[in-house]
Structure formats: structure tokens, C-alpha cells
């Protein structure tokens, strides 16, 4: 027996008309077979959407990374048998995960980004620090060390000079020509040898180096530099609204 004619124009439900011969049963047989073709059709095995309630309706599952038993889903299984292993169906997590289309080298639920991220020097904007500088003053001193037993050139000019004997000691000294004696006049006594006039230089030692020792006292700089940053990790989370990810199951 045929069943019902009459079709809805949207859904193409069916249902009888005059001219049927009406089978109750078999209408809402017809009915309920249409109906189920529809609903795989607006929302198959798989059908994912975002959902706002604490529990997920019937025959849905919540996204959260949690394993199924295959035998309870067994049409789940059967669509993504890649989530199935040893009986359990491992359901992708979208928890604190933002969907977005496969494209630019991510593949399907691949997982890719983060939550936070540390910056690298190289990550860093242009910035400058605060140098703090007090000043300072050194405090030095030096020392010129002995060169050793020599003379220094020295020529003096102009001058004369008489040699006398001192008859304390019996020694030969010279004395400048000043206002109390003339060139050649004798003074002291016993003089032995000839009176000399002259113009004196003493004898270059030639050439030769002086070591300069210092001893630097030293002080510190007092220069610090300001750190800037803490290190902390960056959230690169947009501005969201949390939602639930809800899958059909059943």
C-alpha cells in the first residue's frame, strides 16, 4: 500500500490526502524516516557548534579532550575513526582554544599557538635605560725613584772664583766673587796653591732615564644601571567571551 501523497513545500514532510488511504502507522512511519534524513542533513554525526550551558543536550558531547567509549558512539567512531584507539574515542579539546580554517601550513585540529610567549631580545622595541653617575675623584701619588749615584749638567757663568785653603781643615773651597772681595784676593790663611779664577760647569752624566713609581689609591665608579622589565610572560589572548564546544554524538 503506498504511502502518504502529500509532502510539506519547505521540509517535504509527508502527510495524507483526500484520496489516501489512510494507515496511521505507516504515515507517521513515513513521517519519522523524513524527519531523521532532515535533522542528518541540518546537523550530522560530527556537527560541532558553540553552546552556552553548563551540560551539553542529549546526544551531544562537550570538545574538552576527554575519552568515549566507541560502543556508546558508535556512529562518532565510525565518522572520525582516527580518534578511536583501544575501544575509546579521544574527542579534540577546544577549551581555551580559538577555532580557526585550515590554511598558511596548519592542518586540521592541529594544534598551533599560544597562550603566552616571552619576548626574545631581538623582540624588543627600541628602549633606554637609566645610568645613574655620581661622579668620583681619584686621589694619586707618585714618586720619582733614584737614578743611582751621577751629576746633572749645570753651567754657571759670570761668577769668579778663588780657591783658598781653610786652616781648620785644610781643604780647598770655592768662594764667588761678592762685594767683600776682589778677583784673586786671598781670604783665610795658609794658602798653598796658586789662586784660581775660573768659570765652573760640572760634567754631564749623558743621556739616561728617571723610573717614575705611582701608587693609585683608586676609588669606584659608582656608575649603576636602572633594570628595566621583569621578565614576565606576555598574554597574547584577544578580548573573547568563553563559550562551550558542544559535538553531535548521537
Known amino acids: 500500500m503506498a504511502g502518504p501523497s502529500g509532502e510539506t513545500p519547505l521540509l517535504e514532510i509527508p502527510f495524507p490526502i483526500d484520496n489516501d488511504n489512510v494507515d496511521v502507522v505507516r504515515d507517521m512511519e513515513a513521517m519519522a524516516q523524513k ?21 551539553a543536550p542529549a546526544g551531544w558531547l562537550f570538545l574538552d579532550g576527554t575519552q568515549q567509549d566507541a560502543a556508546v558512539f558508535p556512529r562518532l567512531a565510525a565518522k572520525f575513526p582516527a580518534w578511536v584507539a583501544a575501544g575509546q574515542i579521544t ?12 590554511g598558511g601550513g596548519a592542518a586540521l585540529l ?25 661622579t668620583h675623584n681619584h686621589a694619586d701619588t707618585f714618586a720619582v725613584a733614584s737614578g743611582g749615584a751621577h751629576v746633572h749638567g749645570a753651567a ?38 796658586p789662586l784660581v779664577r775660573s768659570e765652573i760647569a760640572t760634567a754631564s752624566a749623558g743621556a739616561h732615564a728617571h723610573t717614575l713609581n705611582g701608587a ?35
Open 216 to 250: 693609585n689609591l683608586g676609588a669606584a665608579t659608582g656608575i649603576t644601571m636602572q633594570d628595566t622589565g621583569g621578565g614576565a610572560n606576555i598574554d597574547i589572548r584577544q578580548k573573547s567571551v568563553v563559550v562551550n564546544f558542544i559535538i553531535r554524538a548521537l
Open 91 to 102: 574527542l579534540p579539546n577546544f577549551q581555551e582554544r580559538v577555532p580557526m580554517g585550515p
Open 156 to 193: 754657571i757663568a759670570g761668577n769668579e772664583f778663588i780657591i783658598v785653603d781653610r786652616p781648620t781643615a785644610g781643604e780647598w773651597c770655592q768662594m764667588p766673587v761678592g762685594t767683600n772681595h776682589a778677583p784673586r784676593s786671598l781670604i783665610g790663611e795658609n794658602l798653598t796653591a
Open 35 to 55: 524527519m531523521e534524513a532532515l535533522l542528518e542533513q541540518l546537523q550530522p554525526i560530527g556537527a560541532t557548534q558553540m553552546w552556552l550551558a553548563g551540560a
Open 110 to 134: 592541529e594544534l598551533i599557538g599560544a597562550t603566552q610567549i616571552a619576548l626574545a631580545v631581538g623582540q624588543l622595541p627600541a628602549h633606554k635605560h637609566v645610568l645613574t653617575d655620581p
